[in-house]
């Protein structure tokens, strides 16, 4: 069965500098996704970041990249240049890929992260 | 498309009453996920349909819990009789599969079993 871990229940970062959250997952699949989604103070949860396994290239949406390690299987997201409104849990998530009807997500607990004027 | 929709964002219920979540998918999705987030145990997927058919129930924590999707836009997760103990926010998420890109969630129900 896969398993998702953030092993960081709290961060905090200063305005306008960088943070990296760790994910690591246990898997035997060789094609899955992963993804990061964010959830503010106002609960929505908000996809943030997707990487395909078999994309060797890290995938990047604005201030928000990932550095992949498919071998350590380590999904770790960087948030450059840290805003307010980055002040939110970020939950990590794992998908089998060519799973059929199977679309469920892997979750981990979360890190909770805040930004600090 | 105005996303996923969830009615009520809030209830606040009496425990023994019957409490009834609604969801409306983003239009053309096939699959729906009903989750329960609690500070204890995080998210918990409780059920999933595909082509509104039920894929996965093995998350619904006991009998009292039930979910339906009559079509391809709409499903309930109904609560009957609720307990206190199932106080927590209430997401629903859709996607379309074959695409994997996640899921796009609603904004959840805050239910408050008093």
């Known amino acids: 069965a896969q398993t998702v871990t953030q092993s960081q229940p709290e961060m905090s970062v200063q305005e306008a500098e960088t943070v990296t959250l760790s994910c690591t997952y246990d898997t035997s699949e060789n094609n899955y996704y992963l993804f990061w989604y964010k959830q503010p103070p106002s609960r929505q949860m908000i996809l943030v970041i997707r990487q395909e396994a078999y994309k060797q290239q890290n995938a990047t949406e604005n201030r928000f990249s990932v550095n992949f390690q498919k071998a350590a299987k380590s999904f770790s997201l960087k948030i450059s240049d840290s805003q307010l409104g980055d002040t939110a849990m970020y939950f990590c998530a794992f998908m089998k890929a060519n799973a059929g009807n199977n679309r469920k997500l892997i979750w981990g607990l979360g890190t909770s992260l805040a930004v600090n004027p | 498309d105005a996303g996923v929709i969830q009615s009520p964002r809030h209830e606040v219920t009496e425990m023994g009453q019957e409490v009834t979540l609604r969801c409306k998918p983003i239009s053309g999705h096939n699959s729906l996920f009903w989750y329960r987030q609690t500070m204890m145990r995080g998210l918990e997927l409780l059920i999933y349909f595909n082509n509104n058919v039920p894929i996965d129930d093995s998350g619904m924590p006991e009998d009292r819990f039930s979910a339906k999707m009559p079509n391809a836009s709409f499903s309930t997760l109904k609560i009957q009789p609720s307990e206190p103990r199932d106080s927590a926010v209430y997401f629903c998420?859709?996607?379309?599969?074959?695409?994997?890109?996640?899921?796009?969630f609603g904004s959840g129900t805050r239910l408050t079993v008093v």
């Open positions: 998420a859709s996607t379309l599969s074959g695409f994997d890109y996640g899921y796009t």
